[in-house]
């Protein structure tokens, strides 16, 4: 009997371990400790399936949206939404060019991934259910539950699975940690990488880095709605400040790449907000507003299906 205990005591502990391995890449992916609903041993309800063409002067993405990996279990505490199939079809230049001034991501996604689940870094989630109120609540900082899994992805009342932070799931997939892997596209045209880039922006063969975003928590406190000190909560808790980091205000920079040697404009999804980007260099193309989880034709309800209002926070 001593001996049965005491390996089933071994088993709870190898768990428990797992489980807090897997929760610290959580606080190491938000920078906070974010809520993750475990680890990622689902299989999904079904079959990816994907394809990528060219047409013409256009790069056509199809899919259905489901993932090419485990994900975490659906639904959970934090979201109710059960995966399930979409019918995605979108259009990008296959030779994007940079627009005369850049453009800020709606409520729409900010491109879709090789394996066709959509990039959709923002949340329907407001302070006090107000979007007027201008304080949007960032996903992956902890501030609110929504019940993404390893791979910082969860699921729309539509049952469209989304990426809102670096899909680790599908990096793993691509055997692309550790190198500069081409994991999406944006929709202006332009190439998605994963955290890792080159050193030097003239070779693509150059050792690769992992990507520092260049946005910080501003000081001082919040001139409004909730109150309190600026803690990374809220999107308008963030700003960019040039030189602190690798990568610009749209989280990208122009260097060689495997994929296009001689250089080009591109983005990274990496694990400091904001996480995906959240501004276009070039122009998004309008098929990502109809499509997709959070454009118009998609959404629906925020996924966590509301909570109360914040109590305001006084400055202090």
């Not at 500069?180 to 880095?209: E, Q």
């Not at 990507?211 to 000190?229: C, E, I, N």
């Not at 109809?290 to 454009?295: A, I, L, Q, V």
């Amino acid at each position: 009997m001593p001996r049965i205990v005491m390996s089933l005591l071994c088993v709870l502990v190898l768990m428990t371990c797992a489980w807090l391995a897997h929760d610290s890449e959580a606080f190491s992916q938000a920078g906070r400790p974010g809520k993750v609903a475990g680890p990622d041993h689902e299989q999904p309800p079904g079959e990816n399936r994907v394809s990528i063409t060219i047409d013409g002067d256009r790069r056509v993405i199809r899919s259905n949206g489901i993932p090419d990996h485990p994900t975490g279990r659906f639904p959970n505490r934090g979201n109710p939404n059960r995966i399930a199939a979409q019918d995605y079809s979108f259009s990008v230049p296959a030779k994007p060019v940079e627009a005369d001034r850049p453009t800020r991501l709606g409520m729409y996604p900010f491109g879709v991934a090789v394996n066709g689940v959509p990039f959709d870094p923002a949340a329907a989630e407001w302070w006090q259910n107000d979007r007027r109120s201008g304080w949007q609540y960032e996903p992956l900082t902890g501030g609110i539950n929504l019940g993404v899994d390893g791979s910082f992805a969860h699921v729309q009342p539509s049952g469209a699975y989304h990426y809102h932070g670096v899909p680790t799931g599908l990096i793993d997939k691509l055997k692309g940690r550790d190198k500069m892997t081409l994991i999406g596209w944006a929709a202006d045209g332009f190439p998605i990488y994963g955290p890792w880039g080159v050193t030097d922006p003239k070779d693509a063969a150059s050792p690769v880095k992992r990507m520092r975003s260049s946005y910080r928590v501003k000081m001082g406190s919040r001139p409004d709605g909730p109150g309190g000190k600026h803690d990374g909560t809220f999107v308008a808790d963030w700003e960019f400040v040039s030189g602190t980091g690798d990568l610009d205000d749209g989280h990208g920079t122009f260097g060689a790449t495997p994929e296009f040697p001689n250089g080009i404009y591109h983005y990274h999804v990496t694990d400091e907000f904001p996480f995906i980007p959240r501004q276009f260099r070039g122009t998004p193309d309008r098929s990502f507003f109809r499509g997709g989880p959070g454009g118009p034709g998609g959404g629906g309800p925020p996924p966590g299906g509301g909570r109360p209002p914040a109590k305001k926070k006084k400055n202090t």
